[in-house]
């Protein structure tokens, strides 16, 4: 059973809101950053991604975010545009921010890492002030990501966000994403993660993640029952938990479980894992799918973009994915 | 009727949390502070105030906040003390911060205003690590203020304790006391001050307080009965709204709404009103009077503190309270 | 032999540039801070004291530095305009800053301390361009202190003054006064304490500042001879190098040392000892007495106000000077 | 005649101190970022592209730096040393900095443009500690590039470099290359380009940063002659004024006047020109040749490197300056 119900008749399927930024991924592959010597330019980061994705499936798809007033700033916006995203919602920073970077290293398809750029991103800029509420209800659903809340003002942003959604009944994904280098401590983290997740229809995250969120409560013990029914008793109707190789798990309120299993591919990176699931999920979510079905379209679509170099320009067609999931080997889990 | 439940049986009635600093009250009245030549060195800060005010009143209080290492922050920890206040949950900063110091200018009892040392100042240090669960589940009730909301890590600190409060039953109070120098804007101030609202049991604000939490929400007109009811759809059982000479009002989640007057005094200075207010109020709720009865006790009790050179030295015992309600005269509005 | 000459017929003796704040000094002396309990309000900083005490020893003089645009920043003005400074180079911050403020402890006499609020000051945000040739060149002499060089705009704004000094050969004396707290390091420190040392006429510090400034050399030993050759070689005349109570030395650039002793007092506090000693020290110079003369006006101003209980508001006139010349017993060392 | 002493026997030839980063060239040419899409990594940053040069022609050099603790840093450091400068004296942020970037954008060869990440770099937490006297006292020459002296601490750590450099007769050149947006004005920015020119021995810059540089002192008009007999009032024995095309001049103590061509090249872009220039020059004044000779040699460099893709890998071996100046065509001016 899908236990999720989007308005009707809205103009947007899906508004993702935060981070914008440049990934510069390394042209040489299976060896240390050290030894490359050049890199291919790609929009990236959590909701961009997901953006991206949602849009390939065609999803009519918004974004609410801010860039930097440079060449990164309006490559990033021309880029979402090219994908038919609407811009409306991006604002440039006036500050004199810089976009954020993500130099990616991959060792082994194993062994990747990430050298980020992260001081005085214009992402973090974005003020509440730029968040509108007659965008919002323009929405069925809304995407929200955890490095959005690593800031301000972007955090009093997503809070702003999240109150419109909650006004005007616009369904709330929430991806964990938790990246540690834009924080100043757990206990920081927990608290926002936490009061975010208080108004979110669906949560997205890794075991560690859903920990992290506990510990600040003084829980002990990882147990996903009991995460997923701590947020039941919010507004929660579905919550996704990740086991890495062991698979996901998602709970709905009716107290039922649902699992899905993986595609075989050719691993390059793994890099865009992540937001390739999330994307093929909702988009399965939205479009009625059942939830296992729907996890099922995320490990199809998350399979399509470790194989290839990029995490944005990588994410599948609806044509690419139905074919995909005819012609590659699943496993269930 | 009196709306509010206590847990029995616990050490503490009423943990405040938040800012302690020094007030510095030109002891020359009725003149410009360029004029003025000598201070008097009080504890001071809102809920500094209110735990002072409660603990005179005979209720056991406790405190959670930071101190300076100095001679100031000393002299609060041990002002607190000679009270009977607990400060087992006052901590020491150990980063170099200061005491947050208020000097005051009385040039008429009408034309009062406060020159503020708000630059790293200990009590914002507080942090979510210095917030003890078992601490605060030995209390009744918990006071938050809303200037400990301004910066972080004191913001988060909050958060924190509302978690516990929320996990352990424990009453909380929120006095809103909005102080436009801590905040970066309005919108700030509006998304933090509204996620607070929505964890507490009873709230005390101006008109204007709430209007600037509304703003945020695009509520464009002031309504007293809708912005109630908004809090009683979260967690509130009593919101209390005041309207500065036109006086207060209570509105219950029973519909109902409560006034109360004021008594007649000679006015010193207008500061320390608000919380000697809030001091007496909540010592009435939680002795089981009636809301318009625990709104007169609060009256009583701000007519005694504006009198009076100081706020937080200037808080009537029970008895100085009974006899100032027995011979004052009372003007019901 | 004095051994500096100043420009004659112009408007000014003296500009001093730098630190304008407030004292707070405890009327109950004897005891620890914690348990005092009133403060009387005095103008303070070092440049400002000299400055006052050089006004009231009849020298014209004026004073560039900039105030907090508040109660605190308007009495320092009220008040060197009352004691005939003239005030054409002060200027108001308008970015928020405060007043700095010294709050003194006196235990004894032997045994005071100061708890300093130092973060956001508006005499550290004096700035280049409030600087102005015209102003300066209106002056026979320039006083400079460290403590404005402490922190970015106020210490490029004392490296305009001294070119303009040089360019309109103003005698430049620098104070010295080096206060760790509002420093990064002592690497920080002796960088700009060399650099601003290399363009004064008259140098006056203690064994420990002038060993502060030698450590970055990697000079070992202290050595007075060495430390006033060391200056010599560029622009210096004069150096004073105070030994605390076993007095102080004045090397003069013809390689002479001059020495002078104490006047009796009664002490109250040793605050304010080195201020009073330049203002009468240097009142002395540029009035045409002997170094060692010059030095014992020093001592005896110094034993005037270490008996009193402020610093800039206990400066000497003439009349009270050569009164107390007179009358106190002297001790040659 | 080569107005220079070096001292002799030393192990070293040149220090350069100060920035380290990395240049992201675009590949794609003769557009705008937005449209290119892959970057080569180069080591970057005037005073590393100097040393580079420098070592290139076969002189001993070495670094003073700080350098990111990630792979970033570890490409310069290995960079470095591949083309034989001593990195003794580079050492490792632990703070978390980042290596600056620049990337560059090639719209045409006249109109070139770069984007620098500046924020939290590496390059700028050198400190003074880091500054080893014993280590600049075994070379013949220091540079120092206007750069470093942008922040805290690293503006203290060439100040001290300085020091060494004057106790030890390092005969210190100094490339003044104004880049503004890594400070905070332009009366920062004189203060201490004027403390700075005023311990060096050769003084390099555009005619426009001499500007700057005298704007401070209220000069008005722009006289090269002028500039030159100011700093040979310190300590300045040549001074070289560029004139964009109009060529350069360069003065001697001895009141001569000294000027140089180009040679033609195909230009690919801009960037380096400077830095060739300086390597060269300085190259031929420590071996010996005339002003103008050396001027010559920093004309050939220059043209090599602005017809090639990087600014240091571009540098030109002796053998590849020679053959240069033999073949290319030179235009005297």
Known sequence: ??????????????IAIGRLCIDLNANETNRPMEETSTF???VGG???NIAIGSARLGQKTGFIGKVSNDQMGRFITNYLEKNDIDTKGVTTDLTGAVTGLAFTEIKSPDDCSILMYRDNVADLKLHPYDVDEDYIKQSKALLISGTALAKSPSREAVFVALEYAEKHEVTVFFDLDYRPYTWTDEAETAVYYNLAAEKCNVIIGTREEFDMMEKLLNVEESDDHFTASRWFS???DLVVIKHGDAGSIAYTKDNKSHRSGIFQTNVLKTFGAGDSYASAFIYGLMNGKEVSE???LGSASASIVISRHSCSDAMPTEEELENHMETAVYQQS
């Open 234 to 236: 919010y507004h929660s």
């Open 46 to 48: 959590s909701p961009a």
């Open 40 to 42: 291919t330019k790609y």
């Open 1 to 14: 059973m899908n236990p999720l119900k989007f308005v009707k008749d809205r103009p947007l399927d899906l």
């Open 294 to 296: 729907a996890m099922k």
